[in-house]
């Protein structure tokens, strides 16, 4: 083309995309005035312009390069891709390292492998220079990889560290074998095209289900990939499990326990062999229960199932109709031998959610989303635990799924990676209780904890290589230990709730029964039951002033924070709503804050909402440490002029240097419960009576901690109790029956911020 004509070109373009730019520019920057304004628009216009030199100075560099060199430095970027979960900047830290280690290699290598008379002795010293960082800095990156991390320091535990620690229940170890000898066997199929046990070696044979209904999603090239490795489609589902039973007459409840997702040619189910073996030597039958053709595999790059948990639980209902056949043949091995009257089910991550769902189908005459889908299950499903579990994948109606009238637990790790957020608190706090129901939901917050250790072939690693190298395994918890919080709190759930072993309730009211059978981490517990009163849930409305109970009133005098707000995870919401209380008299002399709530005597003993309260009652509560300042948001600290030095200057100076000083013993925040009866009478004790507040427990699970994506932190509650009668002799005056305030007085620790929920009295008996 004709140079005169490119030049043209050249600065045509200049000038049409320089007016355009202070035309349009000017729009914005109109408000500063003509003169910044066109400013703004020259600044930006030279940016651009340099931007654009730098594009073009690339491209042609880039063409100077060797066309190997360029493809060899094209072959990094699917070993980056390897490494997206970590983001943009986790990857471009990889293949920086990783190609820079390279080059310097590359360099060092060619210079030393030539001849000596070309190579200057200053370039052969810089060659062998290079080599060795080079390689060291490989080496020493490709080890770093494979370190698995090294151990934290375990965070202060408030609830251990009370002076007044419950007794530990004196009774044997529920996570301790029993007295059966345990039988195992497994069932199927009789087809199945990689395990024997669910093919000629099943010691029953099921008739595979027809899931079509649930699983629309089973389609496509992973669909016919996923028929083609497992044999059937999503009509003939089979009915697999692995069975561990006691070998005595009978009958003993059932348990049926279901993975989540993990790769599917990875078999999951053999991993609860543990808790198999553990359960029928203390006389449940427990069967695992294969859902492997559910999981997500390497054939699923373009897309695999979606919103499968409904089919995970539907299926769990399909295996009790069979259960239910077997023990009223008598030919069949477990006739008889089966209490279809006690049944539970465990579900782990995905599993954790699905057996909330088919907790709910067994109740339902139809599938929600397509009533052409008859259900006719109702067994007597009593108890559900969740292990890791996620809540919401799947949604039955288009709204999370609701419980009612059933025992629930949750188990959750700190240190999850993979489910990092406690989502079991979502089914927790929508489990709904009837008059006459005699139960309750737990959950239980384990420190150091991961989410694959609560099944033996998933382990310590949430995530496949490469992108779990980055995460410190070295802090978790051990094998051994995770499998003990499990076995403990889970044989002695299903000991309550379907072998009546009341006295071990105490456990899950406070976690500090059973520590003496429990490994050393830090535990928070959480528990609901029914025949409560609650005061203050802090969901009937937006009024501040406004509680629970009719015609109660809310007061708070000097509080740097007060509201009420969803309680929040990390991911999305907890399906709850607390109050939050922020003080600080550091800086102050002011009287001690308070937070009080009044109500009409009489109020918690009638009405519809009100329990049945006999003799001294318990008060009880959630709370927790808040992750966020005492100071008011957006509240800007005074600033003293420049040069005074008066006494409220001196007041200030010497109250912070209080609060510098404080003691560790002293980070824990403490404050007074304070209780008025109808006469006036005041009953005030510590909230250290229980234990003091455990401070916001903060984790860095990478190794890096700028490559975490998962949240620091996130509001864990822990449940209170106060049973009254304990004071009654230090308080003959005050008249228990007839409470019609509840006040927290902040005058033992100086400042801090708390979150505190389901504020209510109940029985003892309810404990």
Same mark, same amino acid.
């Given at each position: 083309?004709?140079?005169?004509?490119?030049?043209?070109?050249?600065?045509?373009?200049?000038?049409?995309?320089?007016?355009?730019?202070?035309?349009?520019?000017?729009?914005?920057?109109?408000?500063?005035?003509?003169?910044?304004?066109?400013?703004?628009?020259?600044?930006?216009?030279?940016?651009?312009?340099?931007?654009?030199?730098g594009?073009?100075?690339?491209?042609?560099?880039?063409?100077?390069?060797?066309?190997?060199?360029?493809?060899?430095?094209?072959?990094?970027?699917?070993?980056?891709?390897?490494?997206?979960?970590?983001?943009?900047?986790?990857?471009?830290? @990889?293949?920086?390292?990783?190609?820079?280690?390279?080059?310097? $290699?590359?360099?060092?290598?060619?210079?030393?492998?030539t001849?000596?008379?070309?190579? *200057?002795k200053?370039?052969?010293?810089?060659?062998?220079?290079?080599?060795?960082?080079? /390689?060291?800095?490989?080496?020493?990156?490709?080890?770093?990889l494979?370190?698995?991390?090294?151990?934290?320091?375990?965070?202060?535990?408030?609830?251990?560290?009370?002076?007044?620690?419950?007794?530990?229940?004196?009774?044997? +170890?529920?996570?301790?074998?029993?007295?059966?000898?345990?039988?195992?066997?497994?069932? #199927?199929?009789g087809k199945?095209?990689?395990?024997?046990?669910?093919?000629?070696?099943?010691?029953?044979?099921?008739?595979?289900?027809?899931?079509?209904?649930?699983?629309?999603?089973? *389609?496509?090239? %992973?669909?016919?990939?996923?028929?083609?490795?497992?044999?059937?489609?999503?009509?003939?589902?089979?009915? +697999?499990?692995?069975?561990?039973?006691?070998?005595?007459?009978?009958?003993?409840?059932?348990?049926?326990?279901v993975?989540?997702?993990?790769?599917?040619?990875?078999?999951s189910?053999?991993?609860?062999?543990?808790?198999?073996?553990?359960?029928?030597?203390?006389?449940?039958?427990?069967?695992?229960?294969?859902?492997?053709?559910?999981?997500?595999?390497?054939?699923?790059?373009?897309?695999?199932?979606? !919103?499968?948990?409904?089919?995970?639980?539907w299926?769990?209902?399909?295996?009790?109709q069979?259960?239910?056949?077997?023990?009223?043949?008598?030919?069949n091995?477990?006739?008889?031998?089966?209490?279809?009257?006690?049944?539970?089910? $465990?579900g782990?991550?995905?599993g954790?959610?699905?057996?909330?769902?088919?907790?709910?189908?067994?109740?339902?005459?139809?599938?929600?989303?397509?009533?052409?889908e @008859?259900?006719?299950?109702?067994?007597? $499903?009593?108890s559900?635990?969740?292990?890791?579990?996620?809540?919401?994948?799947?949604?039955p109606?288009?709204?999370?799924?609701p419980?009612?009238?059933?025992?629930?637990?949750?188990?959750?790790?700190?240190?999850?990676?993979?489910? !990092?957020?406690?989502?079991?608190?979502?089914?927790?706090?929508?489990?709904?209780?009837?008059?006459?129901?005699?139960?309750?939901?737990?959950?239980?917050?384990?420190?150091?904890?991961?989410?694959?250790?609560?099944?033996?072939?998933? #382990?310590?690693?949430?995530?496949?290589?490469?992108?779990?190298?980055?995460?410190?395994l070295?802090q978790?918890?051990?094998?051994?230990?995770?499998?003990?919080? &499990?076995?403990?709190?889970i044989?002695?759930?299903?000991?309550?709730?379907? #072998?009546?072993?009341?006295?071990?309730?105490?456990?899950?009211?406070?976690h500090?029964?059973?520590?003496?059978?429990?490994?050393?981490?830090?535990?928070?517990?959480?528990?609901?039951?029914?025949?409560?009163?609650y005061?203050?849930?802090?969901?009937?409305?937006?009024?501040?002033?406004?509680?629970?109970?009719p015609?109660?009133?809310?007061?708070?005098?000097?509080?740097?924070i007060?509201r009420?707000?969803?309680?929040?995870?990390?991911?999305?919401?907890?399906?709850?709503?607390?109050?939050t209380?922020?003080?600080?008299?550091t800086?102050?002399?002011?009287?001690?804050? @308070?937070?009080?709530?009044?109500?009409?005597?009489?109020?918690?003993? !009638?009405?519809?909402?009100?329990?049945?309260?006999?003799?001294?009652?318990?008060?009880?509560? %959630?709370?927790?440490?808040?992750?966020?300042?005492?100071?008011?948001?957006?509240?800007?600290?005074? *600033?003293?002029e420049? #040069?005074?030095?008066?006494?409220? &200057?001196?007041? @200030?100076?010497?109250?912070?240097?209080?609060?510098?000083?404080i &003691?560790?013993?002293?980070?824990?925040?403490?404050?007074?419960?304070?209780l008025?009866?109808?006469n006036?009478?005041?009953?005030?004790?510590?909230l !250290?009576?229980?234990?003091? /507040?455990?401070?916001?427990?903060k984790?860095?699970?990478?190794?890096?901690?700028?490559?975490?994506?998962?949240?620091?932190?996130?509001? $864990?509650?822990?449940?209170?109790?106060?049973?009254?009668?304990?004071?009654?002799?230090?308080?003959?005056?005050?008249?228990?029956?007839?409470?019609?305030?509840?006040?927290?007085?902040?005058?033992?620790t100086?400042?801090?911020?708390?979150?505190?929920? +389901?504020l209510?009295?109940?029985?003892?008996?309810?404990?």
């Amino acid at each position: 083309m004709n140079k005169k004509i490119v030049t043209g070109i050249i600065w045509a373009l200049f000038i049409g995309f320089a007016l355009t730019m202070m035309v349009a520019g000017t729009v914005d920057t109109i408000a500063w005035g003509w003169p910044a304004a066109l400013l703004m628009t020259l600044i930006v216009f030279i940016l651009v312009f340099a931007g654009a030199l730098g594009a073009v100075a690339l491209v042609k560099g880039l063409a100077r390069i060797s066309f190997w060199l360029f493809v060899a430095l094209a072959c990094g970027i699917p070993v980056m891709l390897l490494f997206f979960n970590l983001g943009m900047p986790g990857m471009l830290i @990889v293949y920086t390292t990783i190609a820079g280690c390279c080059i310097l $290699i590359g360099i060092g290598v060619s210079l030393l492998s030539t001849k000596r008379a070309g190579v *200057k002795k200053a370039h052969r010293i810089l060659a062998i220079l290079c080599l060795v960082v080079g /390689v060291c800095a490989l080496a020493g990156g490709l080890t770093w990889l494979l370190y698995p991390g090294k151990p934290a320091e375990m965070p202060r535990y408030a609830a251990i560290s009370a002076q007044n620690l419950p007794p530990v229940l004196e009774m044997s +170890n529920p996570g301790e074998p029993g007295p059966y000898t345990v039988c195992s066997l497994s069932y #199927g199929s009789g087809k199945d095209k990689h395990r024997e046990a669910f093919g000629e070696g099943a010691a029953l044979i099921t008739t595979p289900v027809d899931g079509s209904t649930f699983l629309d999603s089973w *389609k496509g090239f %992973s669909g016919k990939v996923r028929t083609w490795y497992f044999g059937f489609d999503q009509k003939k589902l089979p009915l +697999n499990g692995r069975v561990w039973y006691p070998q005595a007459e009978g009958p003993f409840p059932l348990v049926l326990i279901v993975h989540g997702n993990h790769l599917a040619q990875d078999f999951s189910d053999p991993g609860y062999e543990y808790l198999g073996t553990l359960l029928a030597s203390r006389g449940y039958i427990l069967v695992s229960v294969d859902e492997n053709f559910l999981n997500g595999s390497h054939y699923d790059i373009f897309k695999g199932l979606g !919103s499968e948990n409904n089919v995970r639980g539907w299926l769990l209902l399909k295996h009790l109709q069979f259960w239910k056949k077997w023990n009223s043949e008598e030919d069949n091995p477990f006739y008889g031998k089966v209490d279809m009257e006690r049944i539970a089910l $465990i579900g782990h991550s995905r599993g954790g959610e699905a057996v909330a769902h088919a907790a709910l189908f067994n109740r339902l005459p139809y599938y929600p989303d397509d009533a052409n889908e @008859v259900y006719d299950f109702n067994f007597n $499903i009593r108890s559900v635990i969740a292990i890791a579990p996620c809540d919401g994948q799947y949604q039955p109606g288009l709204m999370r799924t609701p419980l009612i009238d059933i025992n629930y637990l949750v188990l959750q790790g700190s240190h999850d990676a993979d489910v !990092s957020s406690y989502q079991g608190m979502r089914q927790f706090n929508r489990v709904r209780f009837t008059e006459g129901f005699d139960g309750f939901v737990a959950g239980i917050y384990i420190w150091g904890a991961n989410h694959g250790q609560f099944n033996s072939v998933w #382990g310590r690693t949430d995530f496949r290589a490469p992108r779990i190298n980055f995460y410190n395994l070295g802090q978790l918890l051990s094998r051994e230990d995770q499998m003990t919080i &499990s076995k403990t709190y889970i044989s002695a759930f299903l000991d309550v709730t379907l #072998g009546g072993r009341k006295d071990l309730r105490k456990m899950f009211i406070d976690h500090r029964h059973s520590r003496h059978w429990l490994p050393k981490t830090v535990y928070l517990s959480q528990y609901r039951a029914p025949g409560v009163t609650y005061i203050g849930t802090f969901a009937e409305d937006l009024d501040l002033t406004t509680g629970t109970v009719p015609q109660s009133k809310i007061q708070s005098c000097d509080l740097s924070i007060w509201r009420e707000q969803a309680l929040q995870l990390s991911w999305g919401d907890s399906d709850t709503r607390a109050l939050t209380l922020g003080w600080n008299t550091t800086r102050s002399d002011t009287l001690a804050p @308070v937070w009080q709530i009044s109500w009409p005597d009489g109020a918690l003993t !009638s009405g519809e909402q009100a329990a049945v309260i006999s003799g001294y009652p318990v008060l009880i509560f %959630s709370l927790a440490a808040a992750d966020e300042k005492a100071d008011p948001p957006g509240k800007e600290k005074e *600033k003293e002029e420049e #040069g005074e030095k008066g006494e409220e &200057s001196e007041k @200030v100076e010497e109250s912070e240097k209080v609060a510098e000083e404080i &003691s560790d013993d002293a980070e824990f925040i403490d404050f007074t419960i304070r209780l008025t009866d109808r006469n006036g009478s005041v009953l005030e004790f510590p909230l !250290s009576d229980f234990s003091t /507040v455990q401070p916001v427990l903060k984790r860095t699970l990478t190794k890096l901690a700028f490559m975490q994506k998962q949240s620091k932190s996130e509001t $864990i509650l822990q449940y209170c109790y106060f049973p009254l009668e304990r004071y009654a002799a230090v308080s003959p005056d005050f008249d228990f029956e007839h409470i019609i305030s509840l006040g927290f007085v902040f005058n033992i620790t100086p400042e801090g911020v708390v979150i505190i929920n +389901n504020l209510g009295m109940s029985s003892i008996s309810q404990l």
